[in-house]
């Protein structure tokens, strides 16, 4: 079955450091991936996407590129803020019937000022 | 433009009591969702439907039943909650068949429930 692996976490970074937040997935032909992100209290919100191989998702300063050859979709900024402070969580699905997310298990990202 | 609403935010419950969870959507979706969402274990599907008047299981169905009898609310209940469902629970719609290629799922705020 398909399945979304996400790095261990929780990751701990001062502001303006670099992030990646690495993402692999395990499934048949060409899902669309996303990048959800859930900020405290609150639900998820759709941060990026992308739906075919090579295509790269981008979002308040966050990039990830769908990568087929290696089945990854890792995210990345270049200077991160405390408000980006979250739990982030990669997925993937397929349109049309089989339209259900597939998550990874998140990860919890703090920015200290 | 609400999106998606969730009722109620927070409930507490005795093991063996039932409730129902109400969720709201208006933007025409044709696809809604439930997941729960546990601690290390990302989110999980519950139940899905395609359409009004259907439903499907999802991963994790067992001890719920769900209802789509209006294309706009996609019901959520626990017959005889015990404590293994406390949890947070999270509805979704989308519309991936709109023709606009969006397959994005939209969420809702979430329900926290405990069962004691």
């Known amino acids: 079955g398909n399945s979304v692996t996400q790095m261990e976490g929780p990751v701990t970074l001062s502001e303006e450091a670099f992030l990646t937040i690495n993402c692999t997935y395990t499934?048949?032909?060409?899902?669309?991936l996303f990048w959800y992100v859930q900020y405290p209290g609150e639900g998820l919100q759709l941060l990026l996407k992308?739906?075919?191989?090579?295509d790269k998702g981008s979002n308040k300063g966050f990039e990830a590129t769908y990568r087929k050859e290696t089945t990854s979709f890792h995210l990345e900024k270049g200077s991160v803020q405390v408000s980006d402070s979250a739990v982030y969580f990669c997925?993937?699905?397929?349109?049309?019937?089989?339209?259900?997310?597939?998550f990874g298990k998140g990860i919890t990202l703090s920015v200290r000022p | 433009n609400a999106g998606v609403t969730q009722t109620p935010k927070f409930r507490v419950l005795k093991t063996g009591q039932s409730m129902t969870l109400l969720c709201a959507q208006d933007?025409?979706?044709?696809?809604m969702y439930w997941y729960r969402q546990d601690p290390g274990m990302g989110l999980r599907l519950i139940h899905y439907?395609?359409?009004?008047?259907?439903?499907a299981k999802g991963e994790v169905p067992d001890g719920y039943n769900v209802s789509r009898l209006k294309k706009q609310n996609f019901l959520l209940g626990l017959e005889s909650a015990a404590p293994s469902q406390t949890s947070v629970y999270f509805c979704?719609?989308?519309?991936?068949?709109?023709?606009?290629?969006?397959?994005?799922?939209?969420f809702g705020p979430g329900t926290r429930l405990t069962v004691l």
């Open positions: 499934a048949t032909g060409y899902p669309s």
């Open positions: 439907s395609v359409g009004e008047g259907t439903t």
């Open positions: 997925a993937l699905s397929y349109t049309g019937a089989n339209s259900k997310l597939t």
């Open positions: 933007m025409n979706h044709e696809y």
């Open positions: 992308a739906t075919k191989a090579d």
């Open positions: 979704a719609s989308s519309s991936p068949s709109s023709g606009s290629g969006d397959d994005t799922q939209y």
